[in-house]
């Protein structure tokens, strides 16, 4: 059973199109984070929320943590070719924190 | 800086053999982990250090051990090799900073188990 479930699997779209990534769960987590990944490499952390309600913006990139900090999502504006790879979200449970729980992934590809 | 550095970066092993894995980081970092990727699964957690001397389990525990002997190095052991290990392992070092939470990964070692 998968703790996080993350939508779309798979996802293709046109170069400057908007696209928004979900990652949900029924359980709390202390905090959550944002991960890409490219073939054949370990994934690079993107940012992590910790407060219920929590919007961060990278660029073109904003996360939002749910209020009950039972779900998160990762919204792209203007997506471009460069942005293309895998997008994991992970949660923190655990009495320190140390636990984290992947989700499947979002597989996006940006078409020029 | 190099990071977090994995060794070997690509194994075969045959059903039975045992192997370590290698995971070093040069920051300084208390926290260290390792995750399996399988296909369609995502990363899951298999073993964790909150420090030197201290480890616990994660998800999926069964057939791995690891131990922190230095703040450094991170190793994982493969008792005796199943084909349900063949995945890729990753080496994850985390710091928590002034309210701020970062892990980094290692670039992985793809193992396949026959």
């Known amino acids: 059973t998968q703790l996080l479930e993350q939508s779309p699997q798979f996802l293709s779209i046109q170069e400057g199109e908007n696209l928004t990534v979900y990652c949900n769960s029924s359980?709390?987590?202390?905090?959550l984070q944002w991960y890409r990944q490219e073939p054949g490499e370990g994934p690079v952390l993107l940012v992590t929320?910790?407060?219920?309600?929590e919007v961060k913006k990278l660029k073109r990139l904003t996360f939002q943590f749910g209020d009950a900090r039972k779900d998160s999502s990762l919204h792209i504006t203007a997506a471009q070719p460069g942005d293309t790879g895998l997008y994991l979200c992970?949660?923190?449970?655990?009495?320190?924190?140390?636990?984290?729980?992947f989700g499947t992934g979002t597989s996006l590809t940006v078409i020029p | 800086n190099a990071g977090v550095t994995q060794t070997p970066k690509f194994q075969v092993l045959k059903t039975g053999q045992s192997m370590t894995l290698q995971c070093a980081q040069d920051?300084?970092?208390?926290?260290m982990s390792w995750y399996r990727q399988d296909p369609g699964m995502g990363l899951r957690l298999i073993h964790y250090?909150?420090?030197?001397?201290?480890?616990d389990q994660g998800e999926v525990p069964n057939g791995y051990n690891v131990s922190r002997s230095t703040t450094e190095d991170f190793p994982l052991r493969l008792l005796s090799a199943a084909p349900s290990q063949t995945s890729v392992y990753f080496c994850?070092?985390?710091?928590?900073?002034?309210?701020?939470?970062?892990?980094?990964f290692g670039p992985g070692t793809r193992l396949t188990v026959l």
């Open positions: 994850a070092s985390r710091t928590v900073t002034g309210g701020t939470d970062t892990q980094y």
């Open positions: 359980s709390v987590f202390s905090s």
């Open positions: 929320v910790v407060t219920g309600g």
């Open positions: 992970a949660g923190a449970q655990g009495f320190t924190g140390n636990q984290f729980y």
């Open positions: 920051m300084n970092h208390e926290y």
């Open positions: 250090s909150v420090g030197a001397g201290i480890t």
